[in-house]
């Protein structure tokens, strides 16, 4: 079942007001910073976790890990809804963890969007001095040009690569545009 209506809290007839929301966000927020420590991260969901998982060893991946949390709390605050700090500081462990994590599990995963290193190396890419982005897109760009063949793509949504030596160049998060270069100047990437 898609929507288990004992889950959730069910929706109330009330008028918008942007203070409650706000306030709402700001609780939520600074809960979650509340549970951060460097050494756990964040607690898991009890839903995220498979038969056998230790229910207190954090995920640090972007999908349902601590990646994720840093990169909404980043969008929050810079989006003007909360003055969540900055977890910057603590991308480069999150991104070493999750590449341990990754080595531990089946296949070829590195250049995976929802659990890789390719939303980490983003992120990092994101917060890093402008002098060392090139180095940083460089990395980015390796991570997915070595997932264009992985086999988890359907063929139809396979990325392609370009005929004209297109190249990633830069884009600052997770669930941006990722723009090319290519001779006739910054695109999209090719279908």
């Known amino acids: 079942m898609l929507h288990d209506p004992a889950r959730h809290e069910p929706l109330a007839p009330i008028g918008w007001d942007e203070a409650r929301v706000r306030t709402t966000i700001a609780r939520i927020v600074d809960e979650t910073v509340a549970a951060f420590s460097p050494e756990t991260l964040w607690p898991p969901h009890p839903r995220d976790l498979e038969p056998g998982d230790d229910p207190d060893a954090p995920n640090p991946c972007l999908y349902f890990g601590a990646a994720g949390v840093v990169?909404?709390?980043d969008h929050l605050r810079e989006s003007g809804a909360t003055?969540?700090?900055?977890?910057?500081?603590?991308?480069?462990?999150?991104?070493?963890?999750?590449?341990?994590?990754?080595?531990?599990?089946?296949?070829?995963?590195?250049?995976?969007?929802?659990?890789?290193?390719?939303p980490l190396a983003m992120m990092v890419r994101r917060h890093a001095?402008?002098?060392?982005?090139?180095?940083?897109?460089?990395?980015i760009a390796a991570?997915?040009?070595?997932?264009?063949?992985?086999?988890?793509?359907?063929?139809?949504?396979?990325?392609?690569?370009?005929?004209?030596g297109a190249r990633w160049v830069g884009h600052d998060s997770p669930g941006e545009l990722v723009l090319f270069v290519s001779p006739v100047g910054l695109r999209p990437p090719p279908p």
Request: one cysteine or more; a negative charge; glycine letters at 6%.
């Open 143 to 164: 991570l997915i040009d070595g997932n264009i063949d992985h086999p988890a793509h359907l063929e139809s949504a396979k990325p392609r690569s370009s005929p004209c």
């Open 83 to 118: 003055a969540a700090p900055s977890f910057a500081r603590h991308l480069p462990m999150l991104r070493e963890r999750n590449r341990a994590w990754l080595a531990a599990i089946p296949g070829d995963n590195e250049g995976s969007w929802l659990v890789g290193d390719l």
């Open 129 to 139: 001095p402008a002098d060392a982005r090139p180095a940083h897109a460089d990395v």
């Open 71 to 73: 990169w909404a709390l």
